[in-house]
């Protein structure tokens, strides 16, 4: 099995490739314009893209996000449809905060 990583910027992402599964973990609530993004992110996959980002924590709780608080409403305006799953997670290592956690069925997986 092949990994190929990527880390880029979404100007610099080519949609032209795509990938079976795309993750975005704990990158979202630092992005300005989130919608675009997560579209990128969409546009990037064949099969999955997973995605985390911290559940509902209050404006302000850290001074890089510039998305807080993020809900399943806010997730549903960026990737414009409902994930295939999603769940709410805590762990202890996070002191209790809250994840959550969501996967988006891309191509023939949709629906």
């Not at 880390?7 to 795309?22: G, L, P, Y």
């Not at 911290?54 to 608080?69: F, L, N, R, S």
Request: net charge positive; hydrophobic share 40%; with cysteine.
């Amino acid at each position: 099995m092949i990994i190929d990583y990527r880390c880029t910027t979404v100007e610099e992402m080519d949609v032209r490739e795509r990938f079976d599964v795309v993750l975005c973990l704990q990158v979202l609530e630092h992005i300005p314009d989130a919608r675009t993004f997560a579209q990128r992110l969409l546009a990037s996959a064949r099969r999955h893209v997973i995605v985390s980002v911290p559940y509902k924590w209050p404006e302000g709780k850290c001074h890089w996000h510039v998305q807080d608080p993020v809900d399943e409403a806010k997730m549903l305006t960026w990737f414009g449809r409902e994930p295939s799953y999603s769940r709410v997670v805590r762990n202890h290592r996070w002191h209790g905060k809250a994840r959550l956690v969501s996967r988006y069925a891309v191509a023939a997986e949709a629906g």
